[in-house]
């Protein structure tokens, strides 16, 4: 299986705040990754998929990148709304297998 | 506007079957693909398995063989089953359409196992 380790595990940021979530899986996906946001309680919710491709309707504070093995999930001007955990998954090679989390408080 | 929904027992006692139901509606069975996801309480998602309208599935190895799904496209439902279950199969278990990039999810249901 493709192991996908997230950084940092959590983080403390403030409303406005620039925040990047690094992403690094054992193996090259190509852009084959996809980014997910949770909040308690809730399914997670797709933001971004091929590494870079924001999904309709989320904001564009957001944004992916990488290839290879190497990705990030940024977030421009952190929002009261946004405080969640993110979690990456690749969908390169079977089982698909996400991060264990990134929970920004 | 796609949605699922979970059903089933929240309690399985351990050895025993945990078995659960999604109920479809706002998208065709046809020609999708249909996944189950699950989580631990306080922990990460795992990809149980997925499968298709027409029942070609694709379980994780993870969950060593315990797993069967199935489809029936005329109730627009999709159902999960593990069996030999133990604690480490308490989680919340989300049904989800589409397989590798999954954009529409249930709101997930809460399977505990316990005597």
């Known amino acids: 299986d493709i192991q996908m380790t997230q950084s940092p595990s959590t983080l403390s940021a403030s409303v406005g705040d620039r925040v990047v979530i690094s992403c690094r899986a054992s193996?090259?996906?190509?852009?084959?990754l996809a980014w997910y946001q949770q909040k308690p309680g809730k399914a997670p919710k797709l933001l971004i998929s091929?590494?870079?491709g924001l999904e309709s309707g989320v904001p564009s504070r957001f944004s992916g990148s990488g290839s290879g093995t190497e990705f990030t999930l940024t977030i421009g001007s952190l929002q009261p709304d946004d405080f969640a955990t993110y979690y990456c998954q690749q969908y390169s090679s079977y089982p698909w297998t996400f991060g264990q989390g990134t929970k920004v408080e | 506007q796609v949605q699922l929904q979970e059903s089933g027992p929240g309690l399985v006692k351990p050895s025993e079957t945990l078995s659960l139901k999604c109920n479809v509606s706002g998208a065709s069975m046809t020609g999708n693909y249909w996944s189950w996801i699950r989580q631990p309480p306080g922990k990460g998602l795992e990809w149980i398995g997925y499968?298709?309208?027409?029942?070609?599935?694709n379980y994780n190895p993870s969950l060593g063989g315990r797993v069967t799904m199935s489809v029936d496209p005329s109730k627009s439902q999709f159902s999960l089953k593990v069996n030999s279950v133990t604690a480490a199969d308490t989680a919340v278990y989300f049904c989800?359409?589409?397989?590798?990039?999954?954009?529409?999810w249930g709101q997930g249901t809460l399977v505990s196992v316990s005597s």
């Open positions: 499968i298709l309208y027409n029942g070609k599935n």
């Open positions: 091929q590494a870079s």
């Open positions: 193996q090259s996906l190509n852009v084959w």
């Open positions: 989800v359409k589409g397989a590798g990039v999954t954009r529409d």
